[in-house]
């Protein structure tokens, strides 16, 4: 059974800075890409950044784009997004999520994901 569980949300004033991650466990983290997801208060879940299962490719929201880093350590099992620049509106739940087949590209839609872990807060104060 996959579990994942994140760290490393917080409170943190516009401009600053925070990494989350993202520990993996029950099936072999290297074989598959990986995802980072938000979800604001009123608002539906939404696509934040995603890397490749060798961590060659790596894909961006545009609201993030030049701000935010995904990366993957597969010997420690772990993703990470670093958040660079936060702005009021980065303030969400922030969620890692695994998609349902080993060696896919990239997965941009919610529905592809069969993994997802409990989410860690992230509030961007002014």
């Known amino acids: 059974q996959v579990r994942l569980v994140e760290s490393g949300g917080g409170l943190v004033q516009a401009g600053g800075s925070l990494r989350l991650s993202c520990a993996a466990s029950g099936r072999t983290f290297s074989n598959y890409a990986m995802g980072w997801f938000r979800q604001a208060p009123g608002k539906e879940r939404e696509f934040v950044a995603g890397i490749s299962w060798s961590g060659g490719s790596r894909y961006y929201a545009d609201s993030v784009k030049g701000r935010f880093t995904i990366s993957r350590d597969n010997a420690k099992n772990t993703v990470y997004l670093q958040m660079n620049s936060l702005k009021l509106e980065d303030t969400a739940v922030y969620y890692c999520?695994?998609?349902?087949?080993?060696?896919?590209?990239?997965?941009?839609?919610?529905?592809?994901?069969?993994?997802w872990g409990q989410g860690t807060q992230v509030f961007v104060s002014s």
């Open positions: 999520a695994q998609p349902q087949g080993p060696y896919s590209g990239i997965q941009l839609r919610y529905s592809e994901y069969d993994a």
